[in-house]
């Protein structure tokens, strides 16, 4: 995958956020597209590896769309100005966690957990982190994990949500809305051949957070 490449699409795109000139440079979009499908295939395979219960996953069912819904938005501009992919068991569409890839040129990391899950979810994985406050600490300040990531990250509440006391030993994973770890990469360190294998590295430091969300989804 040519990041240099995908980089100055999204800037003149950025720059000019209309049809006329996304149709104008569609064939550099087409060629870029491709090139990402196979990059986020070729990343599948490797999850695969450390992570099997990904199953069978396609590439094609994990990328965003370029196009934005725009319905209900102020903003009208029509494309989305970064390319995406969840790899999760069964697809973007599925609600299970899994591992994230972003990349525009202002912004560029890879993430995992669960981000705004459901407040069906959400009260679940609560649950599961009051009875399981030990567990899920250790996987909260692994060592490996704060060394990529610094902290679990994710918005949290000003006070503690209904049904749990301030003085709970979990309150503080309690509080938040979404358990996600992040890790961020420069342009310069995307655009090397090693991005590949210390975006699996930190994907692979993802999944025991990704296991113990799923299995509230299971």
Known sequence: MDFDALAKFLKGLDANNTKEWFDKNRST???????????VQDLISDIQ???PLLGPLEASKCIFRINK?????????????NFGAIMNR???????????????????????????????????LRQEIDYNYEEFHAIATHKDSLKKFS???????????????????AIDYL????????????LKEASVPKFKNQAIAAFKSMKPLNDFINRCID
Request: no cysteine; charged share 30%; glycine share 10%.
């Open 29 to 39: 979009y087409e060629a870029l597209r491709k090139d990402w499908i196979l990059y």
């Open 151 to 169: 902290q679990l990250g994710g918005e949290k509440l000003a006070r503690p949500p209904k049904g749990y006391e301030a003085d709970n030993l």
């Open 49 to 51: 590896g450390f992570d």
């Open 90 to 124: 069964g697809g973007k569409k599925e609600m299970f966690s899994g591992y994230y890839i972003h990349f525009d040129p202002k912004e560029i990391f890879v993430a995992g957990g669960a981000y705004q899950p459901s407040s069906e979810l959400l009260a679940k």
């Open 175 to 186: 509080k938040h809305k979404s358990f996600i770890w992040v890790q961020n990469f420069t």
């Open 69 to 81: 819904d725009i319905r209900f938005s102020k903003d009208k501009s029509p494309y989305k100005t």
